[in-house]
């Protein structure tokens, strides 16, 4: 089992930043993903980037410019720098972790996730 918390979400203005974190702990795996989404309720889930245990990072078109996941290894904490936020960028954020299977990871990882973090942007 993996356990994850976020923090760092809450309210800014247009053009403005925040930074979200999501600490790690439990089991670890050698090969694995972890990344952000979003959700509006009512819509479906949004991912927005991945990092994997290679180092790899990955992002979604609406994140791409914008957005920059990292990871603290020492801290088993991931980040995601959220620059130049607009409305509609009003959502919770999830993190989220999986085993890497192949390759690459999907934007959208299902097996462990956060209780999410609202973001408002007005």
């Known amino acids: 089992q993996v356990q994850l918390v976020e923090s760092g979400g809450g309210s800014v203005q247009a053009g403005g930043s925040l930074r979200l974190s999501c600490a790690a702990s439990?089991?670890?795996?050698?090969?694995?993903?972890m990344g952000w989404f979003r959700q509006v309720p009512g819509k479906e889930r949004e991912g927005l980037a991945t990092?994997?245990?290679?180092?790899?990072?990955a992002y979604a078109d609406s994140a791409k410019g914008r957005f920059t996941i990292s990871l603290d290894a020492a801290k088993n904490t991931m980040y995601l720098q959220m620059n130049s936020l607009k409305p509609e960028d009003t959502a919770i954020y999830y993190c989220?972790?999986?085993?890497?299977?192949?390759?690459?990871?999907?934007?959208?990882?299902?097996?462990?996730r956060g209780q999410g973090t609202q973001v408002t942007v007005s």
């Open positions: 989220a972790a999986d085993y890497l299977y192949g390759s690459r990871c999907p934007l959208v990882l299902g097996a462990w």
């Open positions: 439990g089991r670890t795996y050698s090969k694995w993903c």
């Open positions: 990092i994997d245990s290679r180092g790899i990072t």
